[in-house]
């Protein structure tokens, strides 16, 4: 199965075998296994009422972007509906570190007397919860600042349910979380209103960003000190799961409508990304938050530069007769890595890939779909893409995957060479 209406990967994932699929880190994200599923993203236009009545479940986010749940056989009819203009599969999120308020300079802007308090703005965060006990999320009568809670990993039980129009998580809303901090013992607390922030990621970046201080007094105070809050714990329901894109535009959208539903202005903060794409703003859930971002009144805040030291990315400008050379190292018990090569779809150029070893495979055939080598104790996987509706680049996207245990380490290189 190959069709231009489906993102490169998805292609991929679709054309990989199911031993493929659980060996590479970013195939086999957005299938359940349990329910033999896939949830992807999709960028449409028109009624999707036909493309529901083919499905097994969709959320419609705001500006015509969906999130659809379907089996395989379904995902492989998605593409001929006219309404569905692309479809991506979701992308594992990583947390990104917070490096606090003074980093930021909000100090100094304190400083010239502004009174900036955040007082009827809605502070959205996106992130791992947050202990909604802790004093700085309460005011001076011990009550919630805490709009509410969305928590994606709690199944709905108890007459409690995922908030309207979504089917994932759990529900807490202001007056529930006040009844859980009514509670005597923390045991009784948490069977009200049971989400926590296992990882405190979630609770140190909502401190930052809207911490009243009351547990220090005062000293340690966030910037928007004075405003209401919003939670989002990432994630999803599934034993051992992890955050996904497709959570994450379910977020966003959430928070969105709700500070409409309320007419507060709202910051959401994002404290997750990932290394994968062309980092040129061109897959859905780049434009999707493009466009959220012109939604409402809203400012939307996402964590970068984390990793500007680790060399994940490399780029540049080749010549014609210049070969150039991309070295990339491979440590030692790796079970699985990808690359990806990003270049301008004019452009023609060969690609070899050279095993640390001395053996080689290449030039690559620029063929549209799958391809299989093996380099030693190494498969690998390769798509060489098409653009998308969104994008006139081109992606070449390999996969290394063990034949046995580990990918074979050493120093790998990728040769270009301009046609």
């Known amino acids: 199965m190959q069709d231009q209406k489906l993102e490169n990967l998805l292609n991929l994932a679709l054309d990989a075998a199911p031993a493929e699929r659980e060996k590479s880190l970013n195939l086999n994200v957005g299938f359940d ?8 993203i999709v ?13 097994v479940q969709v959320v419609r986010l705001l500006n015509e972007y969906a999130i659809i749940t379907l089996t395989e056989q379904q995902l492989e009819r998605l593409a001929q509906f006219p309404q569905i203009e692309f479809v991506e599969k979701p992308k594992r999120l990583f947390f990104a570190l917070n490096r606090g308020r ?5 100090d100094q802007v304190r400083n010239l007397g502004l009174n ?7 502070v959205a965060v996106v992130d791992s919860g947050v202990d909604y006990t802790h004093p700085d999320f309460r005011n001076e ?3 919630t600042r805490i709009v509410s809670i969305w928590d994606q990993t709690i199944p709905a039980s108890g007459g409690l349910s995922a908030p309207a129009g979504y089917f994932l998580g759990t529900e807490y809303d202001e007056a529930r979380i006040n009844e859980a901090l009514a509670q ?6 948490y069977a009200v209103c049971p989400s926590r922030d296992a990882s405190g990621h979630g609770t140190h970046v909502a401190g930052i960003a809207a911490g009243n201080g009351r547990a220090s007094e005062g000293r340690y105070r966030g910037v928007a000190y004075e405003s209401d809050l919003l939670i989002v714990k990432l994630g999803n329901q599934r034993e051992g799961a992890f955050p996904r894109t497709t959570e994450l535009m379910q977020a966003v959208d959430y928070c969105l409508r709700k500070a409409q539903q309320r007419q507060q202005p709202v910051t959401i903060n994002l404290s997750f990304g990932n290394n994968y794409g062309s980092h040129t703003g061109t897959s859905l859930i780049e434009t999707y938050l493009d466009d959220l971002a012109n939604y409402w009144k809203s400012s939307i805040v996402i964590g ?3 990793e500007g030291a680790a060399a994940t990315h490399t780029a540049g400008a080749l010549g014609m007769g210049q070969a150039e050379n991309v070295e990339f190292a491979v440590s030692a018990y790796e079970s699985a890595l990808n690359l990806q090569i990003w270049k301008s779809y ?19 055939r620029q063929i549209q779909g799958s391809q299989r080598f093996t380099l030693g104790q190494t498969q690998i996987l390769l798509y060489y893409g098409e653009p998308s509706p969104y994008s006139p680049y081109q992606e070449i996207y390999l996969d290394f995957l063990p034949v046995r245990d580990y990918v074979d380490s050493g120093i790998w290189t990728v040769r270009l060479v301009p046609q």
């Open 33 to 40: 296994e349990e329910t033999d599923t896939w949830d992807v």
């Open 43 to 55: 960028k449409y236009s028109g009624e999707l009422t036909p493309v529901e009545a083919e499905t």
């Open 102 to 106: 003074a980093a930021s300079c909000v």
């Open 116 to 122: 900036l308090t955040g007082r009827g703005v809605l």
């Open 141 to 143: 009568d011990g009550t």
């Open 184 to 189: 005597p013992t923390e045991q009784q607390r």
């Open 304 to 306: 970068s530069g984390n």
């Open 346 to 364: 004019a452009d023609e150029m060969a690609v070899l890939l050279i095993h640390p070893g001395g053996m080689q495979i290449g030039p690559i």
